[in-house]
């Protein structure tokens, strides 16, 4: 319960952490704290502009519902309103989401932007395993920090403590199952991590107003889905490139395993022991992707759908981005021209280092081959979708095979041995990243996966929006950098934002080549029928993106 006055509100009502203190949303000291500009704030609001979608959200005095900022509700008084830079904040302010702009199909909070490092690490590890046993202390713990100092850097950048956060995120995750599957309540409830259904409709009722049952009767109706199947809209703040994206994985896809093809991206995957696979494409009307996940184990679903938006970096602050690079001479004119080019992840680590050290001195379609052949040779046999054969091989597969049967060079059979058997034994880990560095510097000890490599995998696994490629040549050679230090220290401008700068050198690097080199007339190699220049690129780029 809200009770609020002219400049002030005092939340009377239980929530989820233990701050009962009058809430001052009006003074500058907190919303300055948590990087909200109020005025900013107030323009987006009135123009609902998407672009601001999940970078903050709207609490409404009257109506003590949150809103998102492209929320088609009736327009309120600026008086009526209170910003907050989370949803986990307005809910620890006795707000409740809104059922129509329906808050937890927000796209997510771009942590790293102006939060500090222990605070992206935290929600990322929240992202993937959420608060495993509600325990803020082993959060902290794993963090290497305190759990009070955890919890007054959330309060600081969030405004809501680490298990308002969790406790948001799940409850969100919660309200799409109900709206977005037919699954049967009892299992909504222990997918969405609730220790018992009895709690899951107490805690659904609490802040809803209403129960589950009456959620799915409001909700648009779902045609019944196939069996294991389930449908998702993932939404992102505009503009999102998604055919550059795709043409990325194409490039990348590893045979078998992953397709990307007439505007869907599609891959087989492993949770838990539990075989599926995903499809994703574009919905350009909602500013959405769609995705379609197969998989007989529901539990798995919250995990799934947030690997599946950072892999196709859905969270991206594409204006703060945009502002950065815009700025660089060599950038500018690709920022404007091809906008929302986003930093495509991959699925598993350990699949994207493997693919490096196959692609170490070859072309892409080499690389390719041979991956296909592995995954044939050694992957486990699996068709749940057009294109998909098989499954990746594990870890505990490759660490003992004789991978030169396939044709593999022995260093490059030696490097991926190497690379398993210390996966395998926990040595390298590509889940619950804390230190960033210490991974890096295990990977680049072991043969075949050198710094350009490892600083592949921060971009693309680790989804570090800082990390840069320096020692990459073909990366240098767009910029007509001689040394990786010259190239670094040519990097320093685009922080923090240097991993989209990597991806807007390595999708453009023929065009920015040809501008700086305005001294020298050159004509622009005509590509072959039905190929763009990208294609022409594919070769060369594959030998480091791999």
């Known amino acids: 319960m809200i009770f609020s006055t002219s400049n002030r509100a005092y939340n009377l009502g239980p929530k989820t952490s233990s701050n009962r203190a009058p809430i001052h949303y009006a003074y500058p000291r907190k919303t300055g704290t948590m990087n909200l500009d109020l005025g900013a704030c107030s323009r987006a609001r009135l123009a609902r502009d998407a672009r601001f979608d999940g970078k903050f959200f709207i609490g409404v005095l009257t109506t003590k519902i949150y809103c998102r900022p492209i929320c088609r509700s009736r327009t309120s008084k600026e008086s009526n309103v209170r910003y907050f830079a989370s949803a986990a904040a307005a809910a620890e302010a006795g707000f409740r989401p809104c059922l129509r702009c329906r808050p937890e199909c927000s796209p997510g909070t771009p942590a790293w932007a102006g939060t500090q490092n222990t605070v992206s690490r935290a929600l990322r590890l929240i992202s993937e395993k959420g608060l495993e046993g509600g325990s803020v202390e082993a959060l902290a713990e794993h963090l290497g920090v305190g759990s009070r100092h955890l919890r007054r850097l959330f309060l600081r950048h969030l405004g809501a403590t680490p298990s308002a956060v969790a406790q948001t995120r799940r409850m969100h995750f919660a309200k799409r199952l109900i709206d977005e599957t037919t699954l049967p309540m009892t299992q909504i409830a222990f997918t969405a991590g609730f220790g018992s259904v009895r709690r899951f409709n ?63 991206f599609r891959r087989s995957i492993s949770v838990s022991g539990n075989r599926g696979y995903f499809e994703v494409s574009l919905d350009a009307r909602r500013n959405a992707l769609n995705v379609r996940v197969q998989i007989s184990d529901p539990r798995s679903l919250f995990s799934m759908i947030e690997r599946i938006r950072a892999m196709f970096d859905l969270d991206a602050d594409w204006p703060t981005i945009a502002r950065t690079l815009g700025a660089d001479p060599d950038l500018a004119a690709h920022i404007s021209s091809h ?79 190497a690379l398993a058997r210390a996966v395998r034994a926990g040595q390298i880990s590509f889940e619950k990243v804390v230190d960033s560095d210490a991974i890096l510097m295990r990977l680049s000890e072991i043969p075949g996966t050198g710094e350009s490599t490892a600083q592949w995998v921060a971009i693309r696994n680790l989804r570090e929006p800082d990390a840069f490629p320096s020692a990459d040549r073909n990366l240098a050679r767009a910029l007509a950098q001689g040394s990786s230090s010259k190239f670094e220290q040519r990097s320093l401008a685009w922080r923090p934002w240097r991993a989209y700068a990597a991806i807007y050198l390595w999708t453009f690097a023929g065009e ?5 080199n305005v001294s020298v007339p050159c004509a622009r190699k005509k590509a072959p029928p039905g190929k763009t220049a990208f294609h022409s690129r594919i070769p060369v780029a594959g030998r480091w993106a791999s």
């Open 339 to 417: 906008p929302g080019l986003r930093v495509p992840g991959c699925w598993n680590g350990f699949e994207l280092v493997t693919r490096a050290i196959l692609g170490q001195q070859i072309g892409t379609e080499k690389a390719n081959a041979l991956a296909g052949r592995m995954v044939r040779a050694f992957g486990q046999p699996f068709c749940p979708a057009n294109g998909l054969t098989h499954l990746f091989p594990t870890p505990e597969v490759l660490a003992n095979t004789d991978l030169e049967s396939i044709g593999l060079l022995r260093p490059q059979a030696d490097a991926i041995r």
């Open 202 to 264: 107490a805690a659904i009722r609490n802040v809803y107003h209403r129960t589950p049952s009456q959620i799915r009767s409001l909700a648009q109706k779902m045609s019944r889905q196939p069996e294991d199947q389930y449908h998702f809209h993932l939404n992102f703040r505009p503009p999102y490139d998604w055919e550059r994206t795709l043409e990325f994985l194409a490039i990348q896809a590893t045979p078998g395993v992953e397709v990307a093809e007439s505007g869907y």
């Open 512 to 516: 920015i080549r040809v501008h700086r």
